[in-house]
């Protein structure tokens, strides 16, 4: 089945410590999305992709950073987590983003700061 | 500048019973609207869409009614049964956007 796989599950790491997050697809989608969710909040874009071209949401911190090396694969670097940072973090893909398409998301990796 | 709004965090239906999510918007600019369905530790999936052209889209137990003037629409859900239990997302899409607005959501809780 074509799905959107993202890995870790659950990662912990400590205050101040880089991490990455990572996302692959099988879907050859077009858009990827990097989403943040907090309890009870709605799902924050961070930035997505459009093939190669990044788009970075105006309200996303410095901290958060992503590369996408192929079309397969998209990861989130954050340099340097504080401990708002904590939330489920999201991906998601899309075949070009317009006309209502649904994006598909995984199931999320949950990060933790300690 | 929340541009979606969930207002009820929760809501009990018994199972058999007409399940009624709402949604309100503030953008005119919004072309699409979407929900989607979230069980616990699983990743958002689609449900149902419609366009900002119309305003009744139907699938199976689902419809989405959408009221321009009063930027609102709804989820029905009929019958509601056990396995509906989860969160459910509305979305709006802006026109030549790639990206998606997102609500709060609303914790629906179907009781047998």
């Known amino acids: 089945d074509a799905m959107v796989i993202q890995n870790p599950r659950y990662q912990v790491t400590q205050f101040g410590k880089p991490v990455t997050l990572s996302c692959s697809q099988t879907l050859n989608h077009n858009v990827m999305y990097w989403y943040q969710q907090k309890s009870s909040q709605a799902p924050k874009l961070l930035f997505h992709y459009y093939d190669k071209d990044f788009n970075n949401e105006a309200d996303t911190p410095d901290n958060f950073q992503s590369r996408r090396p192929n079309t397969s694969f998209c990861f989130l670097d954050i340099r340097s987590p504080g401990l708002g940072d904590a939330a489920m973090y999201l991906c998601?893909?899309?075949?070009?983003?317009?006309?209502?398409?649904?994006?598909?998301f995984g199931d999320g990796t949950r990060l933790s700061i300690l | 500048d929340q541009q979606v709004k969930q207002n009820s965090p929760s809501l009990s239906v018994q199972e058999g019973r007409i399940s009624i999510l709402n949604c309100d918007y503030t953008n005119s600019m919004f072309d699409y609207f979407l929900w989607y369905k979230k069980y616990p530790a699983e990743g958002p999936t689609f449900l149902i869409s419609?366009?900002?052209?119309?305003d009744k889209n139907e699938d199976g137990r689902f419809t989405v009614f959408l009221n321009k003037s009063a930027k609102h629409l709804s989820l029905h859900i009929v019958p509601s049964q056990p396995g509906d239990s989860a969160v459910y997302f509305c979305?709006?899409?802006?026109?030549?956007?790639?990206?998606?607005?997102f609500g709060q959501g609303t914790r629906l809780t179907i009781n047998p």
């Open positions: 419609i366009s900002s052209i119309k």
């Open positions: 998601a893909t899309s075949r070009d983003g317009t006309g209502g398409q649904p994006q598909h």
């Open positions: 979305a709006a899409s802006v026109r030549g956007a790639q990206k998606l607005v």
